[in-house]
């Protein structure tokens, strides 16, 4: 029971933490560990209360099925935590979270309980909330095509526009237009013909 010392500063039910740490132990993954332990308290009838368990990972509601003999895992990893809330009643408090897959609650959970549950939370939760805000830069840097240019080299000019003024086809194509257009005489069109194609040898 030594073990479970710390998950018992609230007065959580002792048989309660030993029962749920024997299941909840076989759940963790690599890096992670239980962090805190709520022990659902009703007013009536308590022998297989609801748990709620925060790893450095994620939220864990444990609900006990038939009679205690099984439970029921539901859990929130704490990147998907968008909201915490606690709401503390005259027989106790309601702790529940929201995610963007939906909503989840606990309640009779003793207040000094639900006030660390809270505490602990409020802390994930800011995390959370960095963390995703990291992605959305990352995201819009992306969209925005902000990528890693590796070894770029000194960027060159735009070539500048190749002119047609001075191409000889074009001057010829236009001179053969001018002359069906009745712009230029025949005797015009033929010496200036004569002059492009003479220009255009010379060039060769």
């Known amino acids: 029971m030594s073990s479970f010392a710390r998950f018992l500063n609230e007065n959580q039910d002792p048989k309660a933490i030993e029962k749920l740490m024997g299941k909840v132990s076989g759940l963790l993954t690599a890096d992670e560990e239980v962090q805190y332990i709520a022990v659902q308290k009703k007013p009536v009838l308590n022998t297989s209360p609801d748990c709620v368990a925060l790893t450095n990972k994620r939220v864990i509601f444990c609900r006990p099925k038939n009679f205690g003999l099984s439970m029921e895992f539901k859990d929130h990893q704490w990147k998907d935590v968008i909201d915490i809330h606690i709401k503390e009643n005259m027989l106790g408090a309601?702790?529940?979270?929201?995610?963007?897959?939906?909503?989840?609650?606990?309640?009779?959970?003793?207040?000094?309980?639900?006030?660390?549950?809270?505490q602990f939370g409020q802390a994930k939760e800011e995390e959370a909330r960095d963390y995703r805000r990291q992605r959305e830069l990352e995201d819009k840097r992306a969209a925005a095509g902000g990528?890693?240019?590796?070894?770029?080299?000194?960027?060159?000019?735009?070539?500048?526009?190749?002119?047609?003024?001075?191409?000889?086809?074009?001057?010829?194509?236009?001179?053969?237009?001018?002359?069906?257009?009745?712009?230029?005489?025949?005797?015009?069109?033929?010496?200036?013909?004569?002059?492009?194609?003479?220009?255009?040898?010379c060039g060769v």
């Not at 989840?104 to 660390?116: C, F, G, I, S, V």
Request: cysteine-free.
């Open 94 to 118: 309601d702790f529940s979270i929201k995610t963007a897959r939906g909503y989840d609650l606990m309640d009779y959970l003793p207040k000094d309980q639900a006030r660390k549950l809270y």
């Open 147 to 201: 990528g890693i240019v590796v070894n770029a080299g000194p960027v060159a000019a735009p070539a500048a526009p190749v002119s047609t003024a001075d191409d000889p086809m074009e001057k010829l194509k236009k001179l053969k237009l001018m002359l069906e257009n009745e712009l230029l005489t025949q005797a015009e069109y033929d010496e200036r013909r004569s002059a492009i194609l003479a220009n255009l040898s």
